[in-house]
């Protein structure tokens, strides 16, 4: 066992040929990751304008490190050095690990998997960055399958730590472990998920978006106090309102969709018509100048009236304990049905979608007496199977379990 290991060690040491398809945000940072940890990387994309976009951007973000202090004209000349601008799918044909980062459409990455197999060594990994498409899907496209893992970069790549590792049923242990390792390599977080709709956090954090936008359905509060609350009593960095004009309405709602229907329409990723509407008038957030706030033409935010410190502390409580315990439960789940372990998927959260704190964590410290009946309270008041409780919390509660000791 030791000596396998050991040969895995060394092929994964001679893993420094690194091919980037797509050179938009995920790409370019991507590229940007991979060229810092000292691989020699090509970048491709059909579109030259793209790539030449994507090189003057590279050494602005480089231009403000090297400003900061953070590396020097070396290292910024090491980094560029690493990188090569290609239009031309052939030219990843010497990759050790390609990682593909193109727009979230199934039938564009399997025929783009399909093609790139042509080129490559039979020993290339082939990963996408996909965000909820179905890896077992994108790996059906190849000759190999077991070469296909999905690698899940979060925006902006450079600065997440967390990085899921996402295998298909056809995806083999040498390629998961290789995988695991080179972004490990990489000094990123790495998280195992479940090849399952959302994986980690785009399947957690579904209730952040969601449940905020169904408490301003109901007419509870408004976008302001929902996003006051989280903030302050929770300690997120930004509120549900805040985040998803950053985010984007369009890229947000499709997320939230993507996962509804691959759910089988489980009515607790249910897409809310306030952020349809959002999305079909192209109030689209900071990118548009206009979604659930005004932004003016440098995407900041124009305060309007409504104070954030005038709030009632206690609809503000009301709604933040709301709000969480539909992240706890989703959390809860998670585990419950193996996507992930209990550390992975705190992790997840806290390096991923920078959460104050796990939420695993989280049920602990509010008790898990507290968290069943907190669920069942909702659904005792709306009778709705999205406000079902975990079943692994309510055995968790019968036994007097934590989730860490």
Same mark, same amino acid.
């Given at each position: 066992?030791?000596?396998?290991?050991?040969?895995? $060690?060394?092929?994964?040491?001679?893993?420094?040929?690194?091919? #980037?398809?797509?050179?938009?945000?995920?790409?370019? +940072?991507?590229?940007?990751?991979?060229?810092?940890?000292?691989?020699?990387?090509?970048?491709?994309?059909? %579109?030259?304008?793209?790539?030449?976009?994507?090189?003057?951007?590279?050494?602005?973000?480089?231009?403000? &490190? *090297?400003?900061?202090?953070?590396?020097?004209?070396?290292?910024?000349?090491?980094?560029? +050095?690493?990188?090569?601008? !290609?239009?031309?799918?052939?030219?990843?044909?010497?990759?050790?690990? *390609?990682?593909?980062?193109? =727009?979230?459409?199934?039938?564009?990455?399997?025929?783009?998997?399909?093609?790139?197999?042509?080129?490559?060594?039979?020993?290339?990994?082939?990963?996408? %960055?996909?965000?909820?498409?179905? =890896?077992?899907?994108?790996?059906?496209?190849?000759?190999?399958?077991? @070469?296909?893992?999905?690698?899940?970069?979060?925006?902006?790549?450079?600065?997440?730590?967390?990085?899921?590792? =996402?295998?298909?049923?056809?995806?083999?242990?040498?390629? &998961?472990?290789?995988?695991?390792?080179?972004?490990?390599?990489?000094?990123?977080?790495?998280?195992?998920?479940?090849?399952?709709?959302?994986?980690?956090?785009?399947?957690?954090?579904?209730?952040?978006? +969601?449940?905020?936008? @169904?408490?301003?359905?109901?007419?509870?509060?408004?976008?302001v106090t929902i996003d006051h609350s989280l903030k *302050?009593?929770?300690?997120?960095?930004?509120?549900?309102?805040?985040?998803?004009?950053?985010?984007?309405?369009?890229?947000?709602?499709?997320?939230?969709?993507? !996962?509804?229907?691959?759910?089988?329409?489980?009515?607790?990723?249910?897409?809310?018509? *306030?952020?349809?509407?959002?999305?079909?008038?192209?109030?689209?957030?900071?990118?548009?100048?206009?979604?659930y706030y005004n932004y003016d033409e440098n995407g900041?935010?124009?305060?309007?009236?409504?104070?954030?410190?005038?709030?009632?502390?206690?609809?503000?409580?009301?709604?933040? /304990?709301?709000?969480?315990?539909?992240?706890? /439960?989703?959390?809860?789940?998670? &585990?419950?049905? $193996?996507?992930?372990?209990?550390?992975? #998927?705190?992790?997840?959260?806290?390096?991923? !979608?920078?959460?104050?704190?796990?939420? &695993?964590?989280?049920?602990?410290?509010?008790?898990?007496?507290?968290?069943?009946?907190?669920?069942? $309270?909702?659904? %005792?008041?709306?009778?709705?199977?999205?406000?079902?409780?975990?079943?692994?919390?309510?055995?968790?509660?019968?036994? +007097?379990?934590?989730?860490?000791?």
């Open positions: 066992m030791s000596n396998h290991k050991s040969n895995i $060690n060394n092929q994964i040491s001679q893993i420094i040929q690194v091919g #980037i398809i797509g050179s938009g945000t995920m790409g370019s +940072g991507i590229a940007q990751v991979a060229a810092t940890s000292g691989c020699k990387v090509k970048l491709y994309d059909t %579109n030259q304008l793209a790539l030449d976009k994507a090189k003057v951007a590279l050494d602005k973000i480089l231009n403000r &490190l *090297t400003e900061k202090g953070r590396i020097d004209t070396a290292e910024k000349s090491r980094i560029q +050095g690493n990188i090569q601008y !290609v239009d031309s799918l052939k030219s990843l044909s010497d990759s050790d690990l *390609t990682i593909e980062a193109i =727009i979230e459409n199934l039938d564009i990455k399997q025929k783009v998997f399909s093609e790139l197999e042509t080129y490559v060594s039979d020993n290339c990994i082939i990963a996408s %960055n996909t965000s909820s498409l179905s =890896i077992a899907s994108i790996a059906a496209s190849l000759e190999k399958p077991e @070469r296909c893992v999905g690698i899940h970069f979060f925006n902006p790549a450079p600065l997440m730590k967390l990085v899921e590792v =996402i295998p298909a049923i056809q995806t083999s242990k040498e390629v &998961l472990e290789k995988s695991v390792k080179i972004i490990s390599d990489w000094k990123k977080t790495v998280a195992i998920a479940k090849d399952t709709p959302g994986f980690i956090v785009n399947r957690v954090a579904r209730p952040f978006y +969601g449940e905020a936008l @169904r408490i301003y359905e109901e007419g509870l509060a408004d976008f *302050t009593l929770g300690g997120f960095r930004m509120g549900p309102f805040e985040l998803m004009d950053f985010i984007g309405n369009d890229v947000n709602y499709t997320v939230t969709e993507t !996962v509804f229907t691959a759910f089988y329409f489980d009515p607790r990723y249910k897409p809310a018509f *306030t952020q349809k509407r959002f999305a079909e008038a192209g109030y689209l957030g900071r990118k548009s100048g206009k979604g900041k935010r124009v305060i309007q009236s409504g104070s954030e410190e005038s709030q009632n502390s206690e609809i503000a409580e009301a709604i933040f /304990n709301r709000i969480l315990i539909m992240l706890i /439960n989703e959390a809860a789940d998670a &585990l419950f049905l $193996n996507i992930a372990s209990a550390e992975d #998927i705190d992790n997840a959260m806290t390096k991923g !979608v920078n959460y104050p704190k796990g939420l &695993l964590a989280w049920a602990d410290e509010k008790g898990i007496d507290w968290c069943v009946e907190t669920m069942d $309270n909702l659904y %005792n008041e709306y009778h709705e199977d999205r406000y079902r409780c975990s079943p692994l919390l309510r055995k968790m509660n019968k036994l +007097g379990m934590r989730f860490f000791n």
